[in-house]
């Protein structure tokens, strides 16, 4: 009788709180493009808020809510890397985002 292979490990991915997570991550001093590449290099199968506390995800995710709604941007979409619509095309940068947010198409 044949093992059944394991299913996929799927996490559901808060778009928000990836949001607020990278927001987090760029918010240290050391933070540059290369590096937050690197790490996310390092373990390509973490998401930003695998590297942060929950407390400052949020923080920082309510964070960027205030900025947009008092730039007036009621609507804006979120992608993150690993999940959904993400552009695979942006793996092609030298030092690729995890998390893009914007406004239109």
């Known amino acids: 009788m044949a093992t059944a292979s394991p299913l996929p490990t799927?996490?559901?991915?808060?778009?928000l709180k990836?949001?607020?997570?990278?927001?987090?991550?760029?918010?240290?001093?050391?933070t540059t493009f290369r590096s937050l590449a690197q790490r996310f290099r390092e373990f390509p199968d973490r998401l930003p808020s695998d590297f942060v506390?929950?407390?400052?995800a949020d923080y920082f995710g309510r964070l960027v809510l205030q900025m947009l709604r008092?730039?007036?941007?009621?609507?804006f979409g979120v992608r993150v890397h690993r999940a959904g619509e993400y552009p695979e095309k942006f793996r092609d940068a030298?030092?690729?985002?995890?998390?893009l947010y914007y406004r239109g198409w």
């Open 10 to 15: 799927i996490r559901a991915i808060h778009p």
């Open 53 to 56: 506390a929950e407390y400052e």
């Open 94 to 99: 030298e030092d690729p985002v995890e998390v």
């Open 18 to 30: 990836e949001l607020g997570a990278y927001e987090a991550l760029w918010a240290k001093p050391e």
């Open 70 to 75: 008092e730039a007036g941007v009621m609507q």
